[in-house]
């Protein structure tokens, strides 16, 4: 029973060990990608990424039947406004990605704690048990 409580104890400390290397982790992707979006900020992402989506939409709408029959090449904004999108889009992925990770070392961290917790009570009711007979 005692080696049970020092598993869990090490599984907890382990779980909450990789918890914060994560939390971590997914702080440096979120900056990472707030430096190669600069400047634009995170919290502008979202509304940037709407407003050239609508752009490309509207030249896409204009320009695609005439690219789809070969009778004319995309423009330079149509072009551009698709590398954008497609730019900030996965910025945004990324952003996304980060976060759910944040959330998931979070969950590590919870439960690393409530694991090295139970293992420590199981190993001091062991102890108390075999002093008290």
């Not at 509207?58 to 954008?84: D, F, H, R, V, W």
């Not at 961290?109 to 420590?120: E, N, P, Q, S, T």
């Amino acid at each position: 029973m005692r080696a049970i409580s020092i598993i869990v104890v090490v599984l907890g400390l382990a779980s909450l060990v990789y918890g914060i290397l994560i939390v971590a982790g997914a702080g440096s992707a979120e900056s990472e990608v707030a430096e190669s979006i600069a400047p634009l900020t995170l919290a502008e992402l979202d509304a940037k990424y709407e407003e050239v989506k609508a752009k490309q939409a509207t030249i896409k709408m204009a320009e695609e039947p005439q690219i789809q029959a070969g009778t004319a090449e995309p423009s330079a904004m149509y072009n551009y406004l698709t590398i954008q999108k497609t730019g900030l889009g996965l910025a945004r992925s990324n952003v996304g990605m980060a976060q759910a990770t944040r959330i998931n070392g979070t969950i590590d961290i919870i439960v690393g704690l409530g694991l090295a917790m139970a293992g420590l009570g199981l190993l001091r009711k062991i102890q108390s048990d075999v002093e008290h007979g």
